[in-house]
């Protein structure tokens, strides 16, 4: 089999490609800059959001993996759209003329909006988003099922809920780097869903190599476990041999925090103290009900990683 993957050396991306080529398919990686994958793979150098697709590109392949996108937070709005819902666009509509089987976006849990309360969230609990990134992961959505709902290409669209794993970026990062800085142990407040990137790339090749029927599938894609920023706190001291932190920071002493860096960073949407208290669940009942793939990973095994730990294998 013959998988076109974009976005691969990115996190996701050049995890990946390693396992659509252990598992023997042939891989054709594009990345913006053109670097290599960590195994010295060359990636064909492709500016999605300004660059022609040709049709050559799509030459005996099998299946699309689009990761492809814009994720952090400070870029601006005409970008976002540009890449994450343009040229996403543009992309699936090259892979079905060109007759390819299985397109899968990779979306995200936050073109869903943000969570209004404590419940677990379904495919359909949706809230308008607040932010840029999420809303042109929604407008990809739309588009993607307005144009391929009765089409022969099957069209997968992934919202994975927040990634851990090695190298891992954004709160984690930022989380496992306050760790390590010697930070307080957070209050027990909020709960989030997760998904390892190993389960969601093994998720990825298995729908390449099994596609489900023609038409467009929206699924969430989370490992059912319930996270606490204090708990993975723990879990992170842990992986650095440090014993249990103490909590000298009382929850208004975090809350002043959160918004003093608020102030210092004004373009983040979503509050801080959201970010590392709120509760965002999410379900996925519905990816379990439809396919054979069960989430195998588990967050103590990535800890180490996050911290950087010297017992991480190299």
Not at 69 to 93: T, V, W
Request: net charge neutral.
């Amino acid at each position: 089999m013959k998988c076109l993957v974009t976005g691969a050396t990115g996190f996701i991306g050049r995890q990946l490609c390693q396992h659509l080529k252990q598992r023997g398919d042939i891989l054709l990686p594009l990345s913006r800059s053109g670097a290599p994958l960590p195994d010295g793979t060359p990636t064909q150098a492709l500016d999605l959001a300004e660059a022609e697709l040709p049709e050559e590109l799509f030459a005996g392949v099998d299946a699309v993996c689009h990761l492809a996108g814009i994720a952090h937070r400070h870029s601006l709005p005409a970008d976002y759209e540009a890449l994450n819902h343009l040229a996403s666009l543009r992309l699936a509509r090259a892979a079905a003329r060109a007759g390819v089987g299985c397109f899968i976006y990779i979306s995200s849990v936050k073109a869903m909006g943000p969570a209004t309360d404590a419940r677990v969230r379904a495919e359909e609990d949706r809230a308008p988003t607040v932010d840029p990134y999420g809303r042109s992961k929604w407008a990809a959505e739309v588009d993607l099922r307005r144009e391929f709902a009765s089409g022969p290409m099957a069209v997968v669209i992934l919202r994975p809920a927040l990634v851990y794993g090695p190298g891992a970026l954004g709160n984690l990062q930022l989380l496992a780097r306050g760790v390590r800085w010697g930070l307080p142990r957070p209050p027990l407040a909020g709960e989030r869903s997760m998904i390892g990137v190993l389960d969601l790339v093994e998720l990825a090749g298995d729908l390449c190599h099994d596609p489900p029927p023609a038409g467009v599938h929206t699924w969430i894609v989370s490992d059912g476990e319930r996270y606490t920023t204090q708990g993975l706190y723990d879990l992170l001291r842990q992986a650095l041999g440090k014993g249990r932190g103490r909590a000298w920071l009382p929850a208004w002493g975090w809350r002043l925090g959160s918004n003093l860096l608020d102030w210092l960073r004004p373009r983040d949407a979503t509050p801080t103290y959201e970010r590392l208290f709120g509760t965002e669940l999410y379900s996925n009942a519905a990816l379990l009900a439809a396919t054979n793939w069960r989430p195998h990973c588990r967050i103590e095994e990535a800890a180490a990683a996050l911290v950087g730990s010297p017992s991480v294998p190299d």
